[in-house]
């Protein structure tokens, strides 16, 4: 019995020293954890090397004794951590966070309830990059606001959290989800209200939008007006189902004068579930478009470079064009019909 396991700790402990150190880990399956652990444990150096650790696990056994050993073995130099554990429960969350400290962790993507994660992040006021999933506190402020997170400079999620979260911090990026109904609809004062909070610091904004609010572009540069690039994806609502539906940019002039709010834009993505142009695809029907939207009394846009128009989006005509201000001359730079493409396409 001994001498078995002194072979297999002899054999184990070869293969551990014949294997690379890796900096980017991947545990997709609890098997894969315990083979890892099972090595680390004869040469550390695997896990201390790890600077980026990705966890997702779909079942509902977690193995959380296992991964917190794994996280603090990996302490050392783990700086981007994903967690995503959708069958956990909060008790479970709040056992497996419990008082974990990573000194150099700067990232972080997890479906983890905000309240485990807010006292994760207490302890880790480097965190610059946060990605969350939706929140079980919706219509009130998130839990995440009281964290202190002091670094934090582009965030990921439910509109509502991102909305308390940026109020004094100085986030630049931000990619925000929205979170629907019942009705499966995002209800518009809930989403004007998540959008009142000032971004005056948010250069870079990913945005969905439910299709009747016609001043969107002027909530968002209200917001927001240091934006340079803005990316807007129209929602496909359940109670507008005629694709004719007025939209914002059909009152052209509005909508010119409106991106002039924000003097720094200098990219612009559109993605619409209805068509921008009477035949979709003409290239000089778009070029009349670009202009109608850049020009504003008779005044190019300061800073306008950029434009990606995606229009039948998601449906079997649909459209994707790029636009690029070269010399002066707004130039059709790319694109295609019937492209499957998912958004964004375009973001930094
Ligand atoms: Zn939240």
Not at 57 to 68: F, M, T
């Amino acid at each position: 019995m001994l001498i078995t396991r002194f072979k297999n700790e002899k054999r184990l402990k070869q293969a551990a020293l014949s294997m690379n150190i890796e900096p980017l880990f991947f545990v997709p399956t609890a098997k894969k954890l315990e083979d890892f652990l099972s090595l680390a444990k004869q040469r550390k150096a695997l896990a201390h090397g790890i600077e980026s650790l990705h966890v997702t696990l779909e079942g509902p056994k977690i193995p959380i004794p296992q991964l917190r050993e794994l996280l603090a073995l990996s302490s050392r130099k783990l700086s981007d951590l994903e967690l995503v554990l959708p069958k956990l429960s909060k008790a479970g969350w709040s056992r497996l966070l419990q008082g974990l400290r990573l000194p150099h962790l700067s990232h972080i993507r997890t479906n983890a309830p905000h309240a485990a994660l807010s006292e994760l992040l207490l302890l880790h006021p480097q965190v610059q990059y946060l990605s969350v999933d939706s929140c079980d506190r919706a219509g009130r402020e998130c839990i995440l606001e009281a964290a202190p997170l002091p670094a934090l400079s582009e965030m990921v999620g439910p509109l509502s959290c991102i909305s308390s979260v940026i109020n004094g911090r100085p986030l630049t990026r931000v990619s925000a989800k929205l979170d629907a109904g019942r009705s499966g609809a995002v209800a518009v004062p809930d989403f004007l209200r998540a959008l009142s909070t000032s971004m005056a610091a948010v250069t870079n904004l990913q945005i969905p939008f439910p299709p009747r609010i016609r001043g969107i572009l002027r909530h968002i540069a209200d917001a927001a007006p240091a934006l340079e690039s803005l990316v807007l994806q129209e929602t496909r609502s359940p109670l507008v189902r005629r694709a004719s539906e007025r939209r914002a940019w059909d009152n052209t002039n509005a909508w010119a004068s409106d991106l002039w709010r924000m003097p720094r834009l200098t990219t612009l993505a559109l993605l619409t579930h209805t068509s921008l142009i009477p035949h979709p695809g003409d290239a000089q029907e778009e070029e009349r478009l670009v202009q109608e939207w850049v020009i504003s009394n008779g005044h190019h846009h300061p800073s306008l470079r950029h434009l990606a128009l995606c229009y039948h989006a998601g449906d079997e005509g649909e459209v994707i064009s790029y636009w690029d201000l070269n010399d002066r001359v707004w130039i059709k730079a790319g694109g295609h019909n019937n492209a499957n493409i998912d958004v964004p396409w375009l973001w930094g």
